[in-house]
């Protein structure tokens, strides 16, 4: 892989360990992928926040690497394991070491946005600008929604991103590779954003490509479903792109069949005890349909709704967060439903949601039973 001279010092380790180290990640991965070059970014996106995620040794490299890295590029931060401003039970021991990992990324000077959906809090580049993002239902979206390259990216390549301003040019950041080389057919009606989770998830394990093309790229696609079909696309596979575009490779099908295999994978249970909302975390949109809902009504189970905080401080202007939280929602900022503490099969005997996302991680790490639904037959069925 081609380097600049001014790479290559930094590879030695001319201006200091960490950037040494951040060019050795990138180095590695693109001759890996057979990149010929690397190239400027403007923006990366960072996962691997929440210390469930990372445990001790995350927390310890990064307490290393923060003393002389700095981000050469805008960077923004996944979410973390709980919302400090709020009062739980999370322990001590979690918190404290969540803090710390926190100050690491920040001394870097990465902005702690705490949010998997990016592109609902910050201005969008223009069409075709390289970026680096690490969570994969943002990167999907970034390549399939907004006309962003960028890899699926790992909390690793995208840190070293960040750092050096700069990724390998391979796989979907050069404009020929980003072109589907498998297809699902979709024989079946979508009509909410579970159908397309469903689909996700599906596409994700029967494709191994990293663009595919399915059916129901259109118009009807909105923020809400685009991100369901992206998250549950992420979760199933290394698939880092979907589009519309038409491809001469063999059809898959997606018919009602799938669809139904799909949802008996992760429906594990009839009903739950807690409903939880945001994986993808939820934006403005998401919030108005549920404070809509919720006039003169009241959750009739405990209900915790993930947003970024600049998504809740926009409701909370809107009034829209208070008309939720007076219906008895729990509004929860900087983290999501994967991982967190907040919820454990201890606390809670079943979930009820509508993230395929969601379901994936409730069922095969905090193994808890899911009940599958989609948003508007949750309020329904649980505003009383």
């Known amino acids: 892989m081609h380097l600049s001279k001014e790479d290559e010092k930094a590879l030695d380790g001319e201006f200091g360990s960490s950037l040494s180290v951040a060019y050795r990640i990138l180095l590695a991965i693109g001759e890996a992928t057979e990149a010929e070059k690397l190239v400027s970014i403007k923006w990366a996106h960072i996962s691997g926040v929440n210390y469930n995620t990372i445990g001790n040794a995350g927390l310890k490299f990064l307490t290393e690497f923060s003393k002389d890295a700095r981000v050469s590029v805008q960077t923004t931060l996944n979410p973390m394991g709980y919302d400090k401003h709020k009062k739980s039970i999370i322990s001590d021991e979690f918190q404290n070491k969540q803090t710390s990992i926190v100050k690491s990324y920040m001394k870097m000077g990465i902005l702690p946005s705490f949010s998997c959906v990016p592109y609902e809090i910050f201005d969008m580049p223009r069409k075709g600008t390289h970026v680096s993002f690490a969570e994969s239902s943002a990167a999907i979206m970034a390549n399939s929604m907004y006309g962003l390259l960028t890899n699926k990216e790992s909390a690793l390549s995208a840190l070293a991103s960040a750092i050096t301003g700069k990724a390998p040019y391979s796989e979907l950041h050069n404009e020929e590779l980003r072109r589907p080389t498998a297809q699902v057919g979709v024989d079946t009606p979508l009509s909410n954003e579970l159908d397309y989770g469903l689909l996700g998830y599906f596409a994700g394990n029967a494709i191994s490509k990293s663009c595919v093309s399915l059916g129901c790229h259109g118009k009807d696609l909105n923020i809400m479903k685009a991100k369901s079909l992206?998250?549950?696309?992420?979760?199933?596979?290394?698939?880092?792109?979907?589009?519309?575009?038409?491809?001469?490779?063999?059809?898959?099908?997606?018919?009602?069949?799938?669809?139904?295999?799909?949802?008996?994978?992760?429906?594990?249970?009839?009903?739950?005890?807690?409903?939880?909302?945001?994986?993808?975390?939820?934006?403005?949109?998401?919030?108005?349909?549920?404070?809509?809902?919720?006039?003169?009504?009241?959750?009739?189970?405990?209900?915790?709704?993930?947003?970024?905080?600049?998504?809740?401080?926009?409701?909370?202007?809107?009034?829209?967060?208070?008309?939720?939280?007076?219906?008895?929602?729990?509004?929860?900022?900087?983290?999501?439903?994967?991982?967190?503490?907040?919820?454990?099969?201890?606390?809670?005997?079943?979930?009820?949601?509508?993230?395929?996302?969601?379901?994936?991680?409730?069922?095969?790490?905090?193994?808890?039973?899911?009940?599958?639904?989609?948003?508007?037959?949750?309020?329904?069925?649980?505003?009383?």
Do not use: W
């Open 230 to 384: 992206s998250a549950a696309l992420g979760t199933a596979g290394s698939c880092g792109m979907f589009t519309q575009e038409e491809t001469n490779s063999e059809k898959i099908g997606f018919g009602k069949k799938e669809k139904d295999t799909v949802r008996d994978e992760l429906n594990t249970t009839d009903n739950g005890d807690l409903i939880a909302l945001g994986s993808p975390q939820l934006g403005i949109k998401e919030l108005e349909l549920i404070s809509k809902s919720v006039v003169g009504k009241k959750f009739s189970k405990p209900c915790m709704i993930f947003c970024p905080r600049a998504i809740f401080n926009e409701a909370f202007k809107l009034g829209i967060a208070q008309q939720i939280e007076n219906a008895g929602g729990n509004l929860i900022c900087d983290a999501c439903t994967c991982l967190t503490p907040l919820i454990t099969s201890d606390e809670y005997d079943g979930i009820i949601t509508n993230s395929i996302k969601g379901s994936y991680y409730f069922n095969k790490f905090n193994r808890i039973p899911v009940c599958l639904k989609d948003l508007k037959t949750i309020l329904k069925e649980h505003l009383k």
